[in-house]
């Protein structure tokens, strides 16, 4: 059982939901995330999402264009990703570690090349958001034989197919974009979330993650009413562009904190 799946499981057996906050390795600075890292497991978060800067990463709207873009500034790339996940491991062995990007990056670097240092890192997951699963069999394969949870996501517009195919490639946990569009984008509709996460837990029994637009303590508490994980992105962002140095990590901690005692209080 991987550590993904660990935690899902001690979670269903507390009757609890998971809570995955996204940053975006390198912002505002190199020097923050690990410790932002650290912040966010002892304010609530039960696995995390780190995302590697990427030049034009199309799945995400303003907020986080612009964490990668001042990561970037900062020669903020892959590698350094693998090393931050390094570093935070000297503390933390316990907590699932996801790394969200873009196949170029991957492709880059050499794709058994990544997965031998995803591993050497002791990341659980890996959601790249441009491989479609129907191209990437052979990445999913290696992934799982270093094991290394593929995650995959499903959309609003996937069809019933795309979605066997999904979810008979995934493992750890399926992520459900909320929205049409890119992340932060709209208002989420719970009532229409409900009806498509019910359809998708008739084709699969793993977790499954909502995300790309939960804004506030209250959106995370209506999502955690009816999926496994809540997966905050844009919201997180926002407040590592708000925040001053000396108040960021005390500024995340408090967020975390208000959606963890949400996201608890169904």
């Not at 399926?174 to 984008?185: A, I, N």
């Not at 499954?208 to 809540?230: L, N």
Request: charged residues 20%.
């Amino acid at each position: 059982m991987s550590r993904i799946q660990s935690v899902f499981a001690k979670l269903a057996q507390q009757h609890k939901k998971a809570l995955i906050p996204y940053i975006t390795a390198g912002d505002p600075h190199p020097r923050h995330t690990v410790e932002l890292m650290h912040a966010l497991v002892k304010s609530g978060a039960d696995m995390l999402e780190l995302g590697v800067p990427f030049s034009d990463p199309m799945a995400d709207g303003p907020v986080i264009q612009r964490a990668s873009e001042r990561a970037l500034v900062h020669h903020v790339g892959l590698a350094a990703v693998l090393d931050m996940v390094t570093e935070f491991r000297k503390q933390d062995t316990v907590t699932p570690v996801i790394l969200m990007g873009y196949a170029n990056p991957v492709e880059a670097m050499g794709i058994e090349t990544f997965v031998e240092r995803a591993k050497a890192a002791d990341v659980d997951g890996v959601l790249t958001v441009d491989y479609p699963p129907e191209e990437c069999t052979d990445f999913v394969a290696l992934l799982k034989r270093h094991d290394i949870d593929p995650i995959f996501l499903l959309s609003p517009t996937t069809e019933q197919a795309r979605i066997d195919t999904i979810v008979n490639q995934a493992s750890g946990f399926v992520y459900y974009v909320s929205l049409k569009g890119v992340t932060g984008s709209q208002n989420l509709d719970i009532v229409q979330v409900t009806e498509r996460l019910a359809d998708i837990r008739t084709k699969t029994s793993l977790p499954i993650g909502v995300g790309f637009g939960v804004r506030d303590a209250e959106t995370a508490k209506q999502v955690a009413s009816i999926a496994d994980a809540v997966v905050v992105g844009s919201r997180m962002v926002q407040e590592v562009e708000k925040s001053s140095e000396q108040e960021l990590l005390g500024n995340i901690a408090a967020l975390t904190h208000e959606l963890r005692v949400a996201i608890d209080s169904n």
